[in-house]
């Protein structure tokens, strides 16, 4: 075995040209796979985390209230709090179209919605600067809210500014009596997780005009119990509407779940097409392997004659041509991982080579080595050693 490596070293480097071009194919092969997967994956994941920012253990409901089948807030919360064993938080969900403004400034791509003091730790966020809505702001329906820290830079310069202060909304006065803490302090801009108005529910639906609410979000305790959630809310709305297309409800957990199945069925197919130029890779091997074979004829005779058997021969061929891929596949694996790095950086994906895509492709030039070395080898094997020797 040593020997035969020993040989396989030798005729590689003998043929560098020949070699590198034999490689050149596994080469492009591997690195492309490790690109293509590893930059999916690296946007996917960015894709997944905005998404989970979301909060993975929400559960959204909707509903389309009719005149003679309907749920108010009151009987969402009697719910709630009849399942406290399931439900963590739970906030009505109204949002308001309007225009934020201080003075001559105004920010049309505000978002502005009206929740219950539960809704902040719905979204995991913390207070910079006041306080939270509360439950009897809610029932008074007092003009106050709470800001993102975007709308606070924006319109008074910093937090400690605009604590207090008065904001319009829709033509309405708001007194602002919280600042939330900045979510993203380097990426804060128009409509992104900072750039919110936030207000009691009950003020935002004289201000929408809606006769009742539709939309809520409770979150659940244990997000290994989203699917017993679910059928506990719908199991509540079917008594009540009698219709289940008048209601729906959606956990985030499963959206994320069916999200990460479509991302690694994305990552597979772009992974099998780059394996194609692997097995196109594969083709040149074989095609050399044949060359080399015929070119070292009389070598091979004069190894038979001197009392090498076939299984000796058969060794050093696949073993030379396992060799080719295998060096190709640690060049490409080399390249794959800095093209991944720079590439992601010039894009802005965190980007990343995966282990899996590492170690799959280089098996796989492996196996191709020895898979489309075997038919050279064989023919090699079976050669004649008299007919060998009379090669020219």
């Known amino acids: 075995m040593l020997q035969s490596f020993k040989l396989a070293i030798k005729s590689i480097w003998g043929n560098k040209m020949r070699s590198f071009l034999t490689m050149l194919g596994i080469i492009i092969g591997v690195a492309a796979v490790i690109i293509l997967v590893s930059l999916v994956n690296g946007y996917m994941s960015s894709v ?18 009719l005149s003679s089948r309907s749920l108010d807030v009151d009987q969402m919360y009697e719910f709630y709090d009849g399942h406290t064993d399931l439900f963590g938080e739970l906030s009505p969900s109204v949002s308001v179209s309007s225009t934020v403004k201080h003075g001559d400034d105004a920010m049309d791509s505000t978002s502005i919605g009206g929740y219950s003091e539960q809704y902040l730790d719905i979204k995991g966020y913390k207070l910079q600067q006041g306080r ?17 820290a975007y709308v606070a830079q924006e319109l008074y310069g910093s937090p400690e500014k605009a604590i207090n202060e008065t904001i319009k909304i829709g033509g309405y006065a708001f007194k602002i009596v919280g600042i939330a803490e900045a979510q993203d302090e380097d990426d804060m801009d128009d409509g992104g997780t900072d750039d919110f108005v936030w207000m009691p529910y009950s003020v935002a639906v004289k201000m929408s005009r809606n006769a009742s609410i539709t939309s809520y979000i409770f979150t659940s305790l244990d997000t290994g119990q989203s699917d017993e959630c679910v059928s506990a809310i719908e199991d509540y709305l079917y008594e009540i509407f009698r219709d289940d297309d008048l209601y729906r409800v959606t956990a985030m957990s499963e959206m994320l779940d069916s999200l990460n199945e479509q991302i690694a069925m994305m990552s597979g197919m772009l992974g099998g097409i780059a394996g194609i130029s692997l097995l196109v890779a ?13 070119e070292r004829t009389r070598e091979i005779g004069i190894r038979k004659s001197l009392g090498a058997d076939k299984g000796t021969i058969m060794q050093q061929f696949v073993i030379e041509a396992a060799v080719t891929s295998s060096l190709g596949g640690v060049i490409g694996i080399v390249i794959g991982c800095i093209a991944t790095t720079v590439v992601g950086t010039a894009v802005g994906i965190s980007a990343a080579p995966t282990p899996a895509a590492v170690l799959v492709s280089f098996s796989v030039s492996v196996g191709i080595g020895l898979i489309f070395g075997y038919m050279p080898a064989n023919r ?10 009379r090669s020219e």
């Open 132 to 148: 939270n809505i509360s439950y009897s702001d809610i029932a008074s329906r007092q003009k106050i809210c709470v800001i993102g």
């Open 380 to 389: 090699a094997a079976n050669l004649n050693p008299i007919d060998a020797l």
């Open 48 to 65: 997944v985390e905005s998404f989970a920012s979301m909060g993975v253990n929400q559960i959204n409901v909707n509903v389309t209230n």
């Open 282 to 294: 594969g083709v040149g091997v074989m095609n050399i392997m044949l060359v080399s074979v015929t």
